[in-house]
């Protein structure tokens, strides 16, 4: 395999041997969380789910080439943002939530970087947002709720350890951390189809997701029902899914010692190409 680029590579910037490492199916990492490799993790950590920015980096290094545009409808305290700065990549996040605005604002000071564009707002209204209308975005990256996964208290093990309080994103109705599983997924999909309408032709769709603990009526394997309502959206093509396996997770005592609870220790990324 080659240590050049591809002169037919319209993708990336990525010589043969790099294209190959990012195929890997699993990304296991375990990232500090003090000192300069951190990206002031003290701070991103006042939001309940911050992601490392080198973990997103590394994926708008193989699904934009520099200098590409991205967006991320729900942008918490700016994981999608700082990786494409740390990759000269431009970005446009939106998020309901003002503190984690300020939070990103600060993170930029901290570092020394220039703050991406970062809009308050619905991203169920993003079709009304100036700073995202009219673009032609090359990638939408986000992370977004994981149906009302935060919004609940725990139960076992983390309560009985002090960890049971609810951690939702915000109180706001808006706020799709705060609906029920299948409201979640509409409104999702409606968030992603307004995306569309500004995502370059052959431009890429990708989620972070994690799965529920399934219960009597129903598996809640959330990446699954997000795959199968995405698949729905005209245009939006399923490419497959990688798993980033976070080292820095706990493992939990779950039902010991009468019956199997997995801890989850990964999370799921799930990519779509839009071929309009
Ligand atoms: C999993 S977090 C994203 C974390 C982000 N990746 C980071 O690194 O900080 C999901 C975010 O979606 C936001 N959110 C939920 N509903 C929203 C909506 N309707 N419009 C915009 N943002 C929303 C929440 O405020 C929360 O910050």
């Known amino acids: 395999m080659s240590g050049e680029v591809d002169p037919r590579n ?9 294209w190959v490492y990012a195929l890997r199916s699993v990304i296991s990492t375990s990232y500090p969380t003090s000192g300069p490799e951190s990206y002031a993790h003290d701070l991103r950590r ?29 942008a918490g305290v700016g994981g999608t943002l700082l990786a494409c700065t740390l990759e000269a990549r431009t970005a446009v996040g939106v998020d309901l939530s003002p503190a984690y605005a300020a939070i990103y604002t600060a993170v ?8 991406q564009t970062y809009v ?7 079709a009304s947002f100036p700073a995202v209308v009219a673009q032609s975005f090359d990638l939408i990256l986000t992370d977004p709720p994981y149906a009302a996964m935060q919004a609940r208290a725990k139960t076992g093990e983390r309560k009985k350890r002090g960890q049971g309080g609810a951690t939702p994103f915000t109180t706001s109705p808006a706020d799709l951390g705060n609906l029920g599983y299948w409201a979640f997924l509409a409104e999702l999909r409606r968030v992603i189809e307004l995306a569309l309408s500004c995502l370059r032709p ?23 029902d997000i795959t199968a309502t995405l698949r729905e959206v005209a245009g939006l093509e ?21 019956a199997f609870v997995a801890n989850q220790q990964h999370q799921f990324i799930l990519i779509f190409r839009y071929q309009p």
């Not at 319209?10 to 790099?18: F, H, K, P, V, W």
């Not at 930029?108 to 703050?115: H, N, V, Y």
């Not at 431009?203 to 219960?215: E, N, S």
């Not at 976070?246 to 010991?256: A, M, V, W």
Request: net charge positive.
């Open 10 to 18: 319209r993708l990336n910037d990525l010589t043969g041997r790099e």
């Open 46 to 74: 006042a939001h309940p789910s911050p992601k490392p920015p080198q973990l997103l980096a590394e994926l708008v290094r193989f699904f934009t080439r520099r200098g590409g545009h991205v967006l991320d409808p729900f």
């Open 108 to 115: 930029c000071e901290r570092l020394a970087l220039a703050p």
């Open 120 to 126: 308050v707002g619905d991203a169920r209204e993003l």
């Open 202 to 224: 052959q431009g890429h769709v990708i989620l972070f997701t994690k799965d529920l603990q399934p219960t009597a009526t129903h598996h809640n394997m959330l990446h699954a």
């Open 238 to 258: 399923f490419r497959g899914y990688r798993i980033w396996h976070d080292q820095s997770r706990n493992l939990y005592p779950f039902g010991y010692p009468f």
